[in-house]
């Protein structure tokens, strides 16, 4: 059996359980990668579209959406390029409460070694290490 690929509706419906039907099966769903018994991929972008909608949708603090979303995130059964990365991104975004996108942004920077990021975003500022060079 191919290896199907992960949206982003099924994290919402288990995380939300906003819906009576689609809901459960999500969950069922990641039950059975969580015991192993099938394996899927995602992709970052899923990642990003799921806080997002956490977060706007929901209303969610940034922790809880963390707290939520990282383990399923590490289910071994889950392929995810830059699945190590995205404890980073998590960190940045709740620990210096930065946006999502800029999270990512400051730990792709730290992991290809770059130090200066040219924007009009003061909220790089916080982050040690990250210099902004401002136009």
């Not at 015991?35 to 997002?52: A, H, K, P, R, W």
Request: glycine share 4%.
């Amino acid at each position: 059996m191919p290896v199907p690929f992960l949206d982003t509706n099924l994290f919402l419906r288990h995380l939300l359980a906003d819906d009576p039907e689609q809901s459960p099966r999500a969950t069922a769903y990641f039950a059975k990668i969580e015991q192993g018994l099938i394996q899927v991929c995602t992709s970052e972008l899923v990642i990003f579209d799921t806080v997002f909608t956490l977060q706007r949708r929901s209303g969610r603090p940034k922790s809880v959406i963390r707290d939520s979303l990282l383990p399923l995130i590490e289910l071994p059964g889950i392929r995810l390029p830059g699945k190590r990365r995205l404890r980073r991104v998590f960190e940045l975004y709740v620990d210096q409460n930065l946006p999502f996108a800029d999270a990512y942004h400051v730990a792709l920077m730290e992991r290809l070694g770059l130090t200066a990021i040219a924007t009009f975003d003061r909220e790089f500022d916080r982050v040690p290490g990250i210099k902004r060079v401002e136009l």
